[in-house]
Structures are given as C-alpha cells and as structure tokens.
C-alpha cells in the first residue's frame, strides 16, 4: 500500500530537518519470487470539512498468489476513523472479473459503515483507476438510493 511522509523543518540552527514515515521502509526480499502489486481502482472523498480539509480514501485490490485470493485495501490520509491508514476490507478467489468483485467487496465495507454508523453517502471521487465514474456512482447509487445521489 502507499506509504507517505510528513517533514518537519527546522526551527533553529544547529536543528535537523525530520522525516516521519507511515510506516518504515523494509529493503526488497532478494529471495521473493513474486512482487506484490496494489493495482489501484479509485478513491472517493467522504467529505470537506472545510478548505482544505477533505477525508479522501483510496482503493485497491492486490493478488496473493500463495493463498490464490485477491484481497481489497482502502487507504486513507490519516488513522483518524479507525485507528489505522491502511487496511483490508475483504477477499475473494481468483476470478475473471476481479475488478467487479472488488467492487462488490467495497459496497459491502459501505453499506456496513451505512448501517453501522449511519455513515451518509461519499461527496465526491478524487480519481478513478480501474472503476471508472459510472461503475462508482452506480455503487454508490446501489448503497445509499435514497441519500441524494
């Protein structure tokens, strides 16, 4: 999954400059024989809290080709919802259409946040990947038809 960085500058001379990373950066495993690739399929934008301040969360599915399943990430900005910026929300076994069942496994992780949490429907998409707009609003249709979208 992504991986970002903040930095803090120095105030004063004599101070160093600092890097905080999500997590650290492990070196490559020369031993792997398969890479793991997160492809990436969209990323919504749940609301504006107000300039600048948007809750933007990404998704991806990646194959695990020693447990033969694809399993579906969502990323956000900040841990603030859940205690974590990264994630699994689901799984499925191999399949022809796995974007479309990656889909499926993201309107569930919606219509559990709409039930759970009574969580209204997402403002806006930032980007789309392997969903296009029309196959995000029709999930997003499908889980919140009567929430204005």
Not at 9 to 30: I, S, W
Not at 75 to 92: K, Q, V
């Amino acid at each position: 999954m992504p991986n970002w960085a903040a930095v803090q500058l120095a105030e004063n001379d004599g101070e160093e400059t600092v890097v905080h990373l999500a997590r650290k950066v492990k070196p490559r495993q020369a031993d792997r024989i398969t890479e793991l690739l997160p492809r990436y399929l969209m990323m919504i934008n749940w609301a504006d809290s107000g300039p600048g301040y948007s809750w933007p969360v990404a998704y991806y599915v990646t194959w695990l080709p020693l447990f033969e399943r694809y399993v579906v990430t969502q990323s956000a900005d900040s841990p603030d919802a859940y205690g974590y910026c990264d994630f699994a929300i689901g799984h499925f076994g191999a399949s022809d259409d796995y974007v479309s069942d990656a889909g499926t496994v993201i309107k569930s992780d919606w219509e559990w946040q709409r039930d759970e949490f009574t969580q209204h429907a997402w403002a806006y998409l930032f980007g789309t990947g392997l969903i296009d707009e029309t196959s995000a609003q029709a999930l997003r249709h499908e889980v919140w038809f009567n929430d204005d979208c």
